[in-house]
């Protein structure tokens, strides 16, 4: 299964069920649609992340569970579509021209999170992220459980 480093608190709230848009300079493989990628969480964290309106607005994005994690993967999820953003009606849709809307669905939330260093774009994790790299995440994703029962 392939990987997508996000940035803390939008990995935390696309694993936790929340967020179902990743929004993205450039268009998800068309090969790739249908298919679940790993949630790898960055070094970096987005101090200024502000939810929309109806989903976690304001602070409350940075107090959700596994908004602190950072190197680590976190769960999965499903990508079941890519649209233009600007023609994106979801909530969590930026609309920003020229970007694209990754719809999500399905996520899984990892019981303990797999440290591992990240790279760009969609990647395949290896041993060379960290030593049993591969293993840690199967045996995680067939372990995760859905936002509800985590």
């Not at 970096?44 to 409350?60: L, M």
């Not at 994106?88 to 591992?116: E, I």
């Not at 990647?123 to 029962?149: C, I, Q, S």
């Amino acid at each position: 299964m392939k990987c997508l480093t996000i940035w803390n608190p939008w990995a935390a709230a696309i694993v936790l069920g929340g967020k179902d848009v990743e929004n993205r300079p450039w268009r998800a493989p068309a090969a790739f649609e249908g298919r679940r990628f790993f949630v790898h969480v960055g070094k970096q964290y987005q101090r200024d992340a502000v939810g929309p309106a109806g989903g976690w607005s304001g602070p409350a994005i940075h107090g959700l569970p596994l908004a602190e994690v950072r190197g680590a993967v976190i769960g999965s999820v499903e990508l079941v579509g890519c649209t233009p953003a600007e023609d994106c009606q979801l909530d969590w849709c930026m609309r920003l021209p020229g970007g694209w809307a990754w719809l999500l669905k399905h996520p899984r939330v990892f019981r303990k999170p797999v440290p591992m260093r990240g790279a760009l774009g969609l990647f395949e994790p290896t041993y060379r992220m960290g030593e049993g790299v591969p293993a840690a995440l199967e045996a995680a994703e067939a372990e995760a459980m859905t936002p509800e029962a985590w």
